[in-house]
């Protein structure tokens, strides 16, 4: 039968007793704040109170959702979060205003199997960000949960930045220049001349060490699918860049990343850079690990997450993005030196690493298309699934 209308439904008299109908309501709130159902029945001549089946609760218990994932409400801190509730994201509130949901903490329900990978992704969390066409949409930010090899972030072997302008601090070592595109975003992505050896799970040479200097990669078994490129958004990634500061938080690199800083006439860094770029592959943000220990996590790695006074290893390990055997690379540039980006260091800080170092991970990030919903609960046993 239909669901009731506002009006409710009128039930026909069936001899001494009005006749029953069962109706299971499935309410989905789409908004950002909670919302209060209430449900109830008219008395009429001879009908009786709403009732419910007395082998069901009245009204199942529910989560508050965005894109289908549940999140606690935005007054709760880590420490004030019941254990289920520590498992799903946080609302969190950024420097400019906006909103996004994350999941912090050491062991959130945030696995998800994509690109045919069991469990080999995690949530970074639900954000409102623009795609390449500059539609601002909430999307799910996935990001792999192992590498997917070691390689440097750049190693171009030209005397310039590769694109006939001047600035690169290190000679012929390689630039920060991610939109140039810089060697790993040609494997990353679809760009010429290696074709996109990882977006087209293909094998051949990766960039490995100084000077243009490669090694064999093979992406044959874990590169992208041609299903999981109907599933990613092209979007619109951040390349600000940020002077080296130990004071800087959470927030501070948020701003950063966003903003327009790109290069300073400092340590021979005089190259214009862009702030933003298009792709479908990326890498995290310094803010995106950082916002791991928010809410009360760990208050050192939030605040001052490039201090290993502040943070070090002991807090970082409050962070389900953090691993003690490996460094890996983030999208962020330095805009005192033309040759070093940020790095998530081993030693639990956001810390600086030259482009072609080639002992530092690569762990591919995703936006999931608006549409995409998922099912399951998010456990290493129950991962989520992208619904077809």
Known sequence: DPCPTREGIVLPKSGDEGDKKTYKIIIENNGEQPATITFGSNVGLSNKDLTFPVDKKEVEEYKLQIN????????????????EEKKGMFEIEHPDGSTS???????????????????????????????ASGIKEWRIKLIRANRIGYYSWDNSNATTNGDGTSGNNNGNYGSNKWERPSELNKILNDESPTVGLYWNRQSGTCPYGQQGATTSCNFTSNGLTDTSHDQIENMRWYLGGTTWDTTRSTDGFYTSERGSETCKTKGNCTA????????????????????????????????????????????????????TSYSFWTLSPRSDYSSRVSIIASDGTVNSGTVYNNDVEIRPVVYLKSNIQLSGDGTVYNPYIIKN
């Open 68 to 83: 289908g994932l549940p999140y606690v409400e935005k007054s709760k801190t880590y420490d004030t979060a019941s254990e």
């Open 101 to 131: 949901y994350r999941y912090i903490g050491s062991s959130p329900n945030n696995y998800v199997t994509f690109n045919g990978e069991d469990k080999g992704w995690r949530i970074i969390g639900v954000t409102n960000e623009e795609n």
């Open 272 to 323: 214009s850079r862009a702030t933003t770029t298009n792709g479908n592959v990326g890498l995290p943000y310094p803010s995106d690990w950082g916002y791991t220990y928010a809410k009360g996590v760990a208050d050192g790695c939030f605040n001052t997450p490039s201090n290993s006074s502040g943070c070090g290893k002991t807090n970082a390990g409050k962070g389900w993005m953090f691993s």
